[in-house]
């Protein structure tokens, strides 16, 4: 391996791992309320600090790709685009539910739930493309 790869590849996972880790922590939140509520403020000051961990893991995924995208294969840039659009619509979903549509009412359909159901849908397209990455980069062993 060289040291290109001995340094990109443990950055790029500590970046994707710290962001997940800020990801959780910011959505375990105990305060939640309706809407207007001091409760509720609080929840909604922690899930607008969510896109800052959506960038560590965004950039760590670039990273991670732009070290090994001429070993990744087909399989490799799938996972890729998959975990971009990820962390896009995740980043949309949180914005849009966050500094858009905090005001409207949780419960009925609309675009708060909406918005919510991208993020939701954003999380799942992360999951499949960095299961798939870890497969591909699975794969590059011994390429070169």
């Not at 791992?17 to 509520?37: D, K, R, V």
């Not at 399989?75 to 966050?98: D, K, Q, T």
């Not at 549509?101 to 397209?125: K, Q």
């Amino acid at each position: 391996m060289n040291s290109q790869l001995r340094v990109a590849l443990p950055v790029s996972a500590a970046l994707i791992g710290i962001g997940f880790i800020a990801l959780l922590l910011l959505m375990s939140s105990s305060e939640w309320g309706a809407p207007g509520t001091n409760a509720y403020l609080i929840y909604e000051a922690r899930n607008r600090l969510i896109p800052v961990s959506l960038l560590f893991i965004g950039v760590g995924i670039v990273a991670g790709y732009l070290t090994l995208r001429n070993r990744l294969g087909r399989l490799g840039r799938l996972s890729f685009f998959l975990s971009v659009a990820g962390v896009a619509s995740m980043l949309v979903g949180n914005v849009a539910e966050f500094w858009l549509f905090s005001g409207l009412p949780y419960g009925p359909m609309n675009a708060r739930a909406v918005s919510w159901s991208l993020f939701l849908l954003g999380g799942l397209l992360l999951l499949v493309g960095l299961t798939m990455f870890l497969i591909a980069a699975g794969r590059t062993t011994g390429r070169q």
